[in-house]
């Protein structure tokens, strides 16, 4: 097996009586397009969150790029970039301003930094607009801005929650033609999305309810093996089964 980029067992977390994430165990090879899709609030991004080392798991453990989530957080956030589905650069700023802030935040100066500004102008098509405020882009502009600021400091690893929610089909398209373009270069890319379209360019998916991975693995053999059409199908049928087979804890509560 190729390194893993990711890799967790039983990873875990509680709070006080709300069971949130329950013992996932993830292996992402490096280089790869992993999707973790689910309903909203099935655990999607508190388990983000345990692996960009923000938030402690309760039990299990994981690393990420080879740093242990407990006890190297700090070696992790230098190491990643990460994005959410809501806009939060600074909207009275310009296109290149916004760069020039998070390039300077990450430590690159001088000619490294334009070099890198004007690489990923470049690279989310962004050429002509690096005076324009950001305010005033459109959504999917303002997630190709955002994209290029959390790859300023070419991380390892791009942790993307939801990065194209309410944008429109051309540009989430164009979004991910970057995505496989960036994965193609060696960088590991973690994504939720509820788009199945979007899941079916994944190198391999995972299926999240109530805290629980219920299938995972490369969306043409799921959709094979689970005698679906699409993967539309098969994930409606898996929340269908759930709802009338819901999932008991004892004392804990999932959500």
Known sequence: ????????EKLTKQFGNVLVVNEVDLKIPKGHIYGFLGPNGSGKSTMIRMLCG?????SGKGTVLGYDVKAEPERIKQKIGYMSQKFSLYEELTVKENLEFYSGIYGLKGQE????????IELAGLVGREEQCSGSLSGGWKQRLALCC????????????????????VSRRIFWD??????????TV??????????????????IFFGNILIKGQPEELIKAH?????????????EQQDHNPLKGGSLTYV
């Open 1 to 8: 097996m190729s390194e893993l980029a990711i890799h967790t």
């Open 54 to 58: 923000v938030l402690e798991p309760t």
């Open 113 to 120: 930094s334009k070099d890198r500004q004007n690489e990923l």
């Open 150 to 169: 959390a790859l300023l400091h070419r991380p390892e690893l791009l942790i993307l929650d939801e990065p194209t929610a309410g944008v429109d089909p």
């Open 178 to 187: 970057i995505i496989t373009q960036l994965a193609k270069e060696g960088v």
């Open 190 to 207: 973690l994504v939720t999305t509820h788009y199945m379209d979007e899941a079916e360019l994944c190198n391999e998916i995972g299926f």
């Open 227 to 239: 005698h679906v059409q699409n993967l539309d199908d098969l994930f409606i049928n898996l929340v």
